[in-house]
């Protein structure tokens, strides 16, 4: 039976691609296939085509206003879902409407909306649950799913059969339009959404498409059908609106005759008996290769020996200006030299915590401390944190940050002697920490990832030899910031001389497969060469690449309500002045970054001035007048919860006489020793 093009694609399920279709009725201008700006634009009655997969190329956005607006998935916005408010009734419907995968986008939430029983155990109303995989079977088929907010964990499965009265859960995480037509988006529903995220201005052909739009979108998909004909090796892009009817002729048509076309991702999800064989490079295509890629394809014939993942480093030059981003292979062959590591707060300083090796640091910020049994924090004080794991503790499968954890300071040194004392520091300290590196050593790529605590700093201090150029030798610094799995082929040419790790996510070639190989499998290795990778790039990997690794547990946050200061005893005036152990001295006048309720008061005979402690020392750094940076006095003070000390004259100026005479010598004490 005949139907139109656009009701096809509504009504196909990709999972059953690919399908054989033969034109009906069309419009159509010379020849067989008139193409236009890279898309087909009519087709003639009788041609057949196979439909290999269907993709959204852009949405049709309706704002509040009825105004009507083509986006494409290229869009680099960012976009909030909006929980569709239309129910599910069955398991199936859900099964069939979205993609379930175990990606991460690729794992719904919803809600249940009535008590269902179940043998594996009990799913109370309002209970929110998370779809990990699907199954299907001959007579049916269910869903694997993870019951939110329940310890221990409970996981179970629901039939396709199951009904009920399921309902979108809220999303609070931001996408993409590429993300979303791929992952977020179901089977013949619309889509609303929000813009969280304007591009930057340097994308001039994006920056003003919705720049005078606000409020939710509804984004309705538009579909393109990508497939291939008997008489042309290339691939055909169909408008799914093309006024033309066909007929599914897949149960009597032999799909193999047709030409097969394959991008790199397709045949990376080939079952493993589908290798080796012989593919050519397409002739209708115009690529740019890599200088390693080119000779390789240069024969036009290559052998596909199978597919497999690399192990991949990904790592950041160190640079404050313009940050390059590479992924270095497994199998390079330089030489590394430490370089210090920077640990803005304690919480990063006990996560860098290593069975192999103690941390020495030196403690760039002040840190005054009002806690009971925490120590207090000068810049230049210095700190080894000794071997072992991090303090975070396990209960439950469930990672919890301890409060604080104990490391050794360095009080004194004498006689080439250190003596070190027990501390605890709070984790919560917004301070800095620069690491001392006293290694000399030399190390692989492998030995940095298997020995320290990623992220790591280091620079190259030999450089691959078998390389012809060595982009990492000239760089100043490299933050090698994780492992990870990147997808790859290994491709030979035909005399099997030279064989290469062709990466398919960065690679863009389409192959035409001609036949198995008849060679014995291979299964060595091939040559890989570092990658320099563009910005967009590199955040789609870090997004994606390590989305099933546990993320570590948040830093805890500075408590509300710290403990109150111990009791002051009553002096007088002339005695708190002349005291060493004052607490108006210039030893105590430090900022505590993250207290922001902490303030002082410095006051006369007369007018009362309040000055929060950060402005008071940076106007002091700066050589202002108290005067000029006084603040007005809160009206009612009885009222006031803050802990004010207060200064009379003479004692200001012995601040200002303090300060005025202090040299500039922060750091020196624990001046960080560069052996690289």
């Known amino acids: 039976m005949a139907t139109t093009l656009q009701e096809f694609t509504q009504f196909v399920d990709p999972k059953t691609f690919p399908r054989v279709l033969q034109i009906q009725s069309g419009i159509y201008y010379q020849g067989c296939v008139y193409e236009m700006f890279g898309r087909e634009c009519s087709l003639s009655t009788g041609d057949l085509l196979k439909i290999i997969d269907i993709t959204i190329t852009r949405f049709t956005a309706q ?10 998935v290229e869009y680099p916005g960012l976009f909030k879902l909006v929980s569709d ?67 221990p964990k409970f996981c179970f499965s629901l039939s396709f059969s199951q009904q009920g009265h399921f309902i979108e859960c809220d999303d609070d995480q931001f996408y993409t339009l590429k993300e979303v037509a791929e992952w977020k988006i179901s089977k013949g529903r619309k889509r609303t959404v929000t813009e969280v995220k304007a591009p930057a201005k340097k994308d001039f052909f994006f920056s003003g498409l919705l720049e005078n739009v606000s409020g939710e979108l509804i984004l309705t998909p538009v579909y393109e059908l990508k497939a291939v004909t008997s008489l042309s090796e290339k691939f055909l892009l169909i408008p799914s609106n093309l006024d033309v009817e066909v007929v599914d002729i897949t149960e009597e048509f032999d799909c193999d005759s047709f030409v097969q076309p394959l991008s790199l991702l397709d045949v990376l999800k080939r079952p493993p008996e589908f290798f080796p064989v012989v593919a050519k490079l397409s002739s209708e295509s115009h690529f740019k290769l890599s200088a390693e890629l080119e000779s390789l394809f240069h024969s036009k014939q290559v052998i596909v020996h199978h597919a497999f993942y ?8 160190m640079c404050r200006e313009s940050t390059r981003h590479f992924l270095i292979p497994g199998s390079y062959n330089g030489r590394f030299k430490r370089r210090p590591r920077q640990f803005p707060t304690a919480y990063d300083l006990e996560r860098a915590r290593s069975e192999t090796e103690q941390i020495r640091v030196v403690a760039t910020r002040e840190f005054e401390s009002v806690y009971s049994g925490l120590a ?12 072992g794991k991090s303090c975070a503790l396990s209960r439950n499968g469930i990672e919890k940050a301890a409060d604080n954890f104990e490391c050794l300071k360095v009080a004194e040194k004498n006689h ?48 691959d030899l078998s390389l012809k150029v060595d982009v990492l030798a000239g760089l100043p610094g490299l933050h090698i910031e994780e492992e990870i799995s990147d997808p790859c082929l290994l491709v030979s040419n035909l005399d099997l001389s030279e064989f290469r790790e062709v990466p398919v996510n960065r690679t863009d070639l ?25 910005e967009d790039c590199y955040y789609t990997l870090r997004r994606y690449a390590v989305a099933t690794v546990t993320p570590p547990p948040r830093p805890p946050k500075k408590p509300k309500h710290p403990p109150p200061r111990p009791p002051k005893m009553f002096t ?45 020392q940076k106007a002091l750094a700066k050589g202002r007048s108290l005067d000029d940076i006084s603040i007005e006095n809160n009206k009612d003070e009885d009222n006031d919860v803050h802990d004010y000390e207060y200064i009379d004259e003479d004692q200001l100026d012995n601040i200002r006489r303090a300060y005025q005479e202090q040299p500039i010598n922060m750091g020196v004490k624990g001046k960080p020793s560069n052996t690289i």
């Open 572 to 616: 007088s005036r002339s005695e708190s002045a002349n005291s060493e152990n004052s607490s108006c001295s210039p030893k105590t006048l430090c900022v505590e970054p993250f207290k922001q309720d902490d303030f002082m008061q410095c006051s006369d005979s007369s007018s009362p001035v309040t000055l929060p402690k950060p402005t008071l």
């Open 63 to 72: 704002s509040s206003s009825n105004t009507q607006i083509d986006i494409p």
């Open 416 to 463: 080439g002697t250190e003596v070190k004392e027990p501390v605890c520091l709070p984790m919560c300290l917004e301070g800095g920490f620069m690491e001392l590196v006293r290694d000399k050593r030399q190390y692989t790529i492998a030995e940095i990832c298997r020995w320290f605590p990623l992220p790591f700093n280091v620079k190259v201090s030999v450089r």
């Open 376 to 387: 207090s924090v000068q810049a230049g004080d210095e700190f080894i944190v000794t071997k």
């Open 510 to 534: 389409i192959l035409n497969v001609k036949q198995r190989w008849a060679g014995e499998n291979l299964t060595c290795s091939g040559m890989s060469a570092i990658e320099e990778i563009s």
């Open 310 to 317: 690399a192990k991949r480093i990904l790592a950041s030059e």
């Open 85 to 151: 408010s239309q129910p599910y009734r069955s398991i199936q419907e859900i099964a069939v409407s979205l993609k379930i995968s175990s990606h991460r986008l690729g794992q719904p939430v919803f809600l249940s909306c009535q008590d269902i029983e179940l043998p594996q155990g009990f799913i109370r109303e309002r209970d929110s649950f998370r779809i990990t995989g699907v199954s299907h079977e001959l007579d049916a088929g269910h869903v694997q799913c993870e019951l939110l907010l329940r310890e």
